[in-house]
């Protein structure tokens, strides 16, 4: 089993619609949770974090349910440019060596 | 600031031939990482540094080397080529502090294809 895992796609949606991800992870013992976005044949940028409240940045919502072990990100009212491919990362153990990337869930939104 | 800059952009390379990915960061981090990134899956850590003189294997380190002799700096080295090697490399910073975010800042990637 993947330590962390998402969901390939892609989703498909139109402008305008709210469409979420989930994805996954293994070790319990996590400590940390984030979102990057990866344009194509680009490098990952950082997204949000995930707090453990939930967290929320402008149109995206960020979840985290450690007793089911899966965070989740929502974005509302989706824009064009918000096609890319978003990939989830978690700590498990602390210290940047211990971040381990999921594959990633493809996102293309279409007029 | 140019922020993580990586030369070169594309490499093709014979098997058994070596090569060093150049990788560096004018902000001033004291971490450094090198990850490779293959189609359905996720960046895998290949070495990582936590300042000048000091590096350490990560996920994935067979077949691969680095040094950091400065604090800008992080060349990866491909000692004998493989077709496994095949893939995307990505360098990467990020500050060490104790409250952190583990944001990490990437360099834009280079497309390795060995035949």
């Known amino acids: 089993r993947k330590e962390v895992e998402q969901d390939p796609g892609p989703f498909n949606v139109p402008e305008g619609a709210t469409v979420a991800f989930n994805c996954t992870y293994s070790?319990?013992?996590?400590?940390?949770f984030f979102w990057y976005r990866q344009d194509c044949r680009k490098e990952p940028k950082l997204l949000m974090s995930?707090?453990?409240s939930g967290n929320e940045d402008g149109r995206f919502t960020a979840q985290l349910n450690r007793a089911s072990q899966y965070i989740s990100l929502l974005i509302r009212d989706s824009k064009l440019s918000d096609s890319a491919t978003y990939l989830c990362?978690?700590?498990?153990?602390?210290?940047?060596?211990?971040?381990?990337f999921g594959a990633g869930t493809r996102l293309a939104v279409h007029p | 600031n140019a922020g993580v800059t990586q030369t070169p952009k594309f490499q093709v390379l014979k098997t058994g031939q070596s090569m060093t990915l150049q990788c560096a960061q004018d902000?001033?981090?004291?971490?450094m990482s090198w990850y490779r990134q293959d189609p359905g899956m996720g960046l895998r850590l290949i070495h990582y540094?936590?300042?000048?003189?000091?590096?350490d294997q990560g996920e994935v380190p067979n077949g691969y080397n680095v040094s950091r002799s400065t604090t800008e700096d992080f060349p990866l080295r491909l000692l004998s080529a493989a077709p496994s090697q095949t893939s995307v490399y990505f360098c990467?910073?990020?500050?060490?502090?104790?409250?952190?975010?583990?944001?990490?800042?990437f360099g834009p990637g280079t497309r390795l294809t060995v035949t």
């Open positions: 990467a910073s990020s500050p060490l502090r104790s409250s952190v975010s583990y944001e990490q800042y």
């Open positions: 070790n319990s013992a996590s400590q940390s």
């Open positions: 995930v707090y453990s």
């Open positions: 990362v978690v700590n498990t153990a602390g210290g940047y060596n211990k971040l381990i």
């Open positions: 902000m001033n981090h004291e971490y």
């Open positions: 540094s936590v300042g000048a003189g000091i590096t």
